[in-house]
């Protein structure tokens, strides 16, 4: 069972606007969320992270909101660019505190900015 | 800093042989990972090394997978006797401990099994 979900497969967005990237899970265990951006032919690359314990986190355009009570987060970009066309991966992880890093992944959003 | 690097990037093997990947990990990082993505999937965990000791393993690493990481270096993943179901991008990440999280990925080693 998919413990992390991404049910947009895919999005487009124009050059300029607001992305929106969605994610729910269901483990209530899950206290550590990170967004990770993929190209293809390359391995994937670390965006953002939140804790548990917050509900935003902002980094230049790149902001995740975290409703802990929906267990439901997402990634807004704004202004969206060409460049961030990409598949995009919502990841948790359990326990974080314990050390080990073993991310459960979703499934993966490709988003695509039309310029 | 190299990033982390795999190889080979791409493999073709006939079912029932054996496969070896490498990676090295980025030179400071103690903490490795290895991982698998099938078409349409996110990364699955495999399998976690803080440097020479393997501390957890996914059940999706059934015996015919093993993994070392024998001076706390570069790690080798082998497949055993490959099924067509082996068939997937291997994603091999590092870390430093105490980190966030941050997982930093190789570009991956695909394995196509005929």
């Known amino acids: 069972d998919q413990q992390v979900k991404q049910n947009s497969p895919s999005l487009s967005v124009q050059e300029g606007r607001i992305s929106i990237l969605n994610c729910d899970y269901t483990?209530?265990?899950?206290?550590?969320f990170l967004w990770y951006k993929k190209y293809p032919a390359e391995g994937p690359t670390f965006l953002i992270s939140?804790?548990?314990?917050?509900d935003k986190n902002e980094d230049g355009r790149f902001t995740v909101f975290l409703n802990k009570s929906a267990k439901h987060l997402s990634l807004h970009i704004v202004p969206s660019q060409p460049g961030d066309s990409a598949v995009y991966f919502c990841?948790?992880?359990?326990?974080?505190?314990?050390?080990?890093?073993?991310?459960?992944f979703g499934k993966g959003t490709k988003l695509s900015v039309i310029p | 800093d190299t990033g982390v690097s795999q190889d080979p990037r791409h493999k073709i093997t006939k079912r029932g042989q054996n496969v070896t990947f490498r990676c090295d990990p980025i030179?400071?990082?103690?903490?490795l990972y290895w991982y698998r993505q099938t078409l349409g999937q996110g990364p699955e965990f495999l399998t976690y090394?803080?440097?020479?000791?393997?501390?957890?393993k996914s059940r999706l690493l059934s015996d015919r997978f093993s993994a070392e990481r024998p001076k706390g270096s570069f790690s080798t993943l082998e497949i055993q006797r490959t099924e067509q179901g082996d068939s997937a991008m291997y994603l091999c990440?590092?870390?430093?401990?105490?980190?966030?999280?941050?997982?930093?990925f190789g570009e991956g080693s695909r394995l196509t099994v005929l």
């Open positions: 990841a948790a992880i359990k326990n974080s505190g314990a050390g080990s890093y073993q991310l459960t």
């Open positions: 030179s400071e990082h103690n903490r």
């Open positions: 990440a590092s870390s430093r401990a105490g980190g966030t999280g941050e997982l930093f």
């Open positions: 483990n209530s265990m899950f206290d550590y």
């Open positions: 939140i804790s548990s314990i917050k």
């Open positions: 090394f803080q440097n020479e000791a393997q501390l957890e």
